[in-house]
């Protein structure tokens, strides 16, 4: 159901995918339904599960966590998309905000799947809800940055 929620987003919303981040990849689900879309530059980051990542996919995944992204460890680069599915939502609400904003520094669009209402990131930290799709148990968060 992921992949069918990826796909309907992206047609949905246009997402720009010259340079995606899947931001907490696991296996490289997400990685490889961009891939089937043409989209070839995908940097992928999971301190946990990199090595699933790296066999499925064939690509390297960065070993960042949440909290050093929030500490600026993604500081210069630039996506116009950042994908994070079924992760963001176990972000601490205190290290929300701070993470919210650091990615606002590196991303135009960034689209939140999750099988809860939460999180729901707030424009002071970066973001806009633009708009938003269920398609069964999955939801698709569509966020714009919330400043030019």
Same mark, same amino acid.
């Given at each position: 159901?992921?992949?069918?929620?990826?796909?309907? !987003?992206? +047609?949905?919303?246009?997402?720009?995918?010259?340079?995606?981040?899947?931001?907490?990849?696991?296996?490289?689900?997400?990685?490889?339904?961009?891939?089937?879309?043409?989209?070839?530059?995908?940097?992928?980051?999971?301190? #946990?599960? $990199?090595?699933? #990542? +790296? @066999?499925?996919?064939? $690509?390297?995944?960065?070993?960042?966590?949440?909290?050093?992204?929030?500490?600026?460890?993604?500081?210069?680069?630039? #996506?116009?998309?950042?994908?994070?599915?079924? !992760?963001? $939502?176990?972000? !601490?609400?205190?290290?929300?905000?701070?993470?919210?904003?650091?990615?606002?520094?590196?991303?135009?669009?960034?689209?939140?799947?999750?099988?809860?209402?939460?999180?729901?990131?707030?424009?002071?930290?970066?973001?806009?809800?633009?708009? @938003?799709?269920?398609?069964?148990?999955?939801?698709?968060?569509? #966020?714009?940055?919330?400043?030019?």
């Amino acid at each position: 159901m992921i992949r069918t929620t990826l796909r309907a !987003a992206i +047609a949905r919303w246009d997402l720009p995918l010259d340079r995606v981040l899947d931001l907490a990849c696991g296996s490289g689900e997400i990685t490889l339904a961009l891939r089937e879309l043409g989209c070839a530059a995908i940097d992928g980051i999971d301190p #946990y599960t $990199h090595q699933a #990542y +790296a @066999e499925r996919t064939g $690509h390297a995944a960065e070993r960042i966590t949440f909290e050093q992204i929030a500490a600026g460890a993604l500081a210069g680069r630039s #996506y116009g998309t950042i994908a994070c599915s079924f !992760a963001m $939502h176990l972000v !601490a609400l205190s290290r929300l905000p701070a993470l919210a904003a650091q990615l606002s520094l590196i991303g135009t669009a960034l689209l939140v799947l999750t099988p809860h209402k939460r999180p729901r990131l707030r424009p002071e930290w970066g973001w806009e809800c633009a708009d @938003e799709l269920l398609i069964e148990r999955v939801r698709a968060r569509y #966020y714009q940055r919330s400043w030019t």
